[in-house]
Nanobody
Framework: QVQLVESGGGLVQPGGSLRLSCAAS????????MGWYRQAPGKQREWVGD???????GYAGSVKGRFTISRDNAKNTVYLQMVSLKPEDTAVYYC???????WGQGTQVTVSS
């Protein structure tokens, strides 16, 4: 059974930074593509970006240049570093084992002054 647990969310002012973590059970991070998604109130869940087993990353246009995905295979953890945050980045952020129905429980990010 795959378990994904996000952490690191919180309240931050516009222009601020946060780093989210997604801790996975087992050694799945190093062998699979891991994705980050977000869902704002009243909106559909959207893809934010992902990282392949080879370390290639991809990002949605709305976050490219501001968000960075990385991973630590030894810790079975994927990270989402977010800088220059905007109010429109406010959402619940989820990690996912790409291509499966394994999702974390989500962590709330609120960008507000």
């Amino acid at each position: 059974q795959v378990q994904l647990v996000e952490s690191g969310g919180g309240l931050v002012q516009p222009g601020g930074s946060l780093r989210l973590s997604c801790a996975a059970s087992g050694s799945i991070v190093s062998w699979n593509t891991m994705g980050w998604y977000r869902q704002a109130p009243g909106k559909q869940r959207e893809w934010v970006g992902d990282i392949t087993s080879g370390g290639t990353t991809g990002y949605a246009g709305s976050v490219k240049g501001r968000f960075t995905i990385s991973r630590d295979n030894a810790k079975n953890t994927v990270y989402l570093q977010m800088v220059s945050l905007k109010p429109e980045d406010t959402a619940v952020y989820y990690c996912r084992l790409t291509g499966t129905n394994y999702w974390g429980q989500g962590t709330q990010v609120t960008v507000s002054s």
